[in-house]
């Protein structure tokens, strides 16, 4: 028992014979979970917590999301990635952002059913020129992902302390002649391969957007605001449409605004990224979509700026 309070798999409260043991906190987030025998069951005879876990934000605000290991590496990536933005010249840093850019806008559309490829989207954002036998909708969710990044990088502070009228202008961005309301939603909405159903009150959809705000203003660790702000973005999924859009720009928002590498996601398989996000609506454990992104920090330091 010893050994488990330890690992912070179980928390002891008490003395003596009152002690008692409890899963912690730090177990349900972290706790191992063999992805594909988790989803060899369908959606309804899955055992999820079906509605929005109000208790959530109290348990973030105790844990460290990283231990000192995965701190380290991420550090270590931010110093990469600032000696290769130093060393290398205006011009070619342009050239490596729009590259960013173009593969992002790619990568988060297609993980929300966009079927352009990546040489369409090139064509498109290098060209003005659409692809044949695709949706304007497409191109347009797509040019406006371009829109919302430069945005985020001509005001590189913008997300340092977050709020949520920057959660609502970057969304405006995202979702600019898609036909998609701005404000936050008056009434419920289904997810797609999931049980779990989102608040669907606009009072407390507002009240837990702040409160996601203070909980990442709180936090010290870049990595750590950037992390919550996608998965928890997402849980409250505050807007008719284009939440994880918002969720992964927010997330590259607070980055930028601490000197880290923004995310392209590129090798991200949409599948993987689906389920790592649909694990954390359904348990409320991050352990996967946390090793997806420090996996795509390093992708981003490792790929771009060189």
Known sequence: ?????????????????????????????????????????????????EYFNSELFEVLE???TFSAKENGLLESLKQEYQANIASISPTLYKKEMERLTIELSWKSAQIEGNTYSLLETEKLFLERESAKNKTKEEATMLLNHKDALEYLLQHKN???????????EVHSLLIKGLEVGKNIRKRGVGITGTAYKPIDNEFQIKEYLEKMCLLINAKENGFEKALLA???????????????????????????????????????????YKKAMLLFY???????????????NEFGVKNYFR
Do not use: W
């Open 1 to 49: 028992m010893a050994k488990l309070v330890k690992n912070n798999f179980l928390a002891k409260t008490g003395k003596a014979r009152a002690i008692t043991y409890t899963i912690s906190d730090f177990y349900v987030l972290f706790a191992e979970i063999d992805i594909e025998v988790y989803f060899t069951k369908d959606p309804d005879n899955r055992d999820v917590l």
């Open 62 to 64: 105790k844990v460290e």
């Open 158 to 168: 913008l997300a340092e302390k977050l709020n949520l009228q920057v959660v609502e």
């Open 230 to 272: 996608i998965v928890l973005i997402s849980y409250i999924q505050p807007f008719e449409d284009g939440n994880k859009r918002i969720g992964r720009m927010i997330g590259n928002a607070l980055l930028i605004a601490h000197n880290a590498c923004p995310l392209s996601y590129r090798s991200v398989d949409s599948i993987d």
């Open 282 to 296: 359904e348990q409320n454990n991050l352990s996967v979509f946390k090793q997806l992104f420090i996996e795509q």
